[in-house]
T-cell receptor, first 112, second 115 residues
């Protein structure tokens, strides 16, 4: 039972354009969401998070949008840079729990 | 401020052996969680420790165990290793206290290969 889904295994964009990575979840108990960037054989690097009391959070080039009614969140990267090329995971957590439930990841390739 | 430190980075073990992995969280963080990453199953939660107590456990067999020390450092042990235990094992550190949501920061991981 995949409670957090990233339906696009890969995404290719050109440098300078916007990258939009999507994530859907099924468990209505999730109320905190995080995005991580990961390179092979390394640990995930935290990028940005959002609480369910918000619908948007920005940090520099990264913006996360949350649509609770649709149980959908997205990560926007603007402008995209070649160094952003990596696998991006969304993760969800329920109140009071530290356990993160991860999606399967989306591989982003930003070409010059 | 130092990040999450996992040792060793790489490990090769034989089937049937046991292994212990170590994780030192960020200073001041009291919650340590462990995850297993494999190509087929993705990132899966193993267990979480807070103040030396296991608070939450994932769906892994009893061969996987852990503990946390008074300085918040944590160890994970896998006994009777199987080929399928080959994976990247990740440790995450967070404040973990109260009902407020906080970010979790990961270490570099330990790559375990069972032959």
């Amino acid at each position: 039972d995949q409670q957090v889904k990233q339906n696009s295994p890969s995404l290719s964009v050109q440098e300078g354009r916007i990258s939009i990575l999507n994530c859907d979840y099924t468990n209505s108990m999730f109320d905190y969401f995080l995005w991580y960037k990961k390179y092979p054989a390394e640990g995930p690097t935290f990028l940005i998070s959002i609480s369910s009391i918000k619908d948007k959070n920005e940090d520099g080039r990264f913006t996360v949008f949350l649509n609770k009614s649709a149980k959908h969140l997205s990560l926007h990267i603007v402008p995209s840079q070649p160094g952003d090329s990596a696998v991006y995971f969304c993760a969800a957590r329920a109140t009071g729990f530290q356990k993160l439930v991860f999606g399967t990841g989306t591989r982003l390739l930003v070409s010059p | 401020k130092a990040g999450v430190t996992q040792t060793p980075r790489y490990l090769i073990k034989t089937r049937g052996q046991q292994v212990t992995l170590s994780c030192s969280p960020i200073s001041g963080h009291r919650s340590v969680s462990w995850y297993q990453q494999t190509p087929g199953q993705g990132l899966q939660f193993l267990f979480e420790y807070f103040s030396e107590t296991q608070r939450n456990k994932g769906n892994f067999p009893g061969r996987f165990s852990g503990r946390q020390f008074s300085n918040s450092r944590s160890e994970m042990n896998v006994s009777t290793l199987e080929l399928g235990d080959s994976a990247l094992y990740l440790c995450a550190s967070s404040l973990g206290s109260g009902r407020g949501n906080t970010e979790a920061f990961f270490g570099q991981g330990t790559r375990l290969t069972v032959v």
